[in-house]
């Protein structure tokens, strides 16, 4: 069974719409355009995460994003796309220029995590869990919108 088909039948006892994982499409890029980037594709999971590593490369308390093989993206325009491999966590894609972090790459699993605030054109699926609470930082309050909680990365993403 694939990732997506154990994420769309329940994630840790919550049932999840399975329409919240259609097929979507978007235009995302940094914040000088010197890199931009194309989706069209099935996301494999929509989430807000709050885990020490997003938390650490953005610069922000968590993350909305959405995560989608390898082959659903596609590089408009990388003249300063860079990247970073940390010892551990996901490799940072970054604009090299600007700074705005594009999203994450997992090498080992072939998925690319775009970050919703760079998306310019079209509709990201809207998060529909927070994963990743037991590093959340300490001020960060989650209000009660009836989402899933899960303290790491569900293991049906």
Same mark, same amino acid.
């Given at each position: 069974?694939?990732?997506?088909?154990?994420?769309?039948?329940?994630?840790?006892?919550?049932?999840?719409?399975?329409?919240?994982?259609?097929?979507?499409?978007?235009?995302?890029?940094?914040?000088?355009?010197?890199?931009?980037?194309?989706?069209?594709?099935? !996301?494999?999971?929509?989430?807000?995460?709050? @885990?020490? &590593? #997003?938390?650490?490369?953005? /610069?922000?308390?968590?993350?909305?994003? $959405?995560?989608?093989?390898?082959?659903?993206?596609?590089?408009?325009?990388?003249?300063?796309?860079?990247?970073?491999?940390? !010892?551990?966590?996901?490799?940072?894609?970054? @604009?090299? &220029? #600007?700074?705005?972090?594009? /999203?994450?790459?997992?090498?080992?699993? $072939?998925?690319?995590?775009?970050?919703?605030?760079?998306?310019?054109?079209?509709?990201?699926?809207?998060?529909?869990?927070?994963?990743?609470?037991?590093?959340?930082?300490?001020?960060?309050?989650?209000?009660?919108?009836?989402?899933?909680?899960?303290?790491?990365?569900?293991?049906?993403?």
């Amino acid at each position: 069974m694939c990732i997506r088909d154990r994420y769309q039948r329940r994630v840790r006892g919550h049932s999840v719409e399975t329409n919240n994982l259609d097929m979507v499409k978007f235009v995302g890029k940094c914040y000088c355009g010197g890199v931009e980037y194309e989706v069209d594709g099935e !996301p494999i999971f929509a989430a807000f995460c709050h @885990c020490r &590593h #997003c938390r650490k490369t953005t /610069g922000q308390p968590f993350i909305a994003i $959405n995560g989608f093989q390898e082959n659903n993206l596609t590089w408009r325009k990388k003249d300063t796309l860079a990247s970073y491999t940390p !010892p551990t966590g996901p490799q940072k894609l970054f @604009c090299s &220029h #600007c700074g705005t972090n594009i /999203g994450n790459h997992v090498t080992r699993m $072939n998925i690319i995590g775009v970050h919703l605030a760079t998306i310019v054109e079209g509709e990201p699926k809207k998060p529909v869990a927070h994963i990743n609470l037991e590093s959340k930082a300490d001020f960060v309050q989650i209000p009660e919108d009836g989402l899933p909680r899960f303290p790491g990365f569900p293991p049906s993403f």
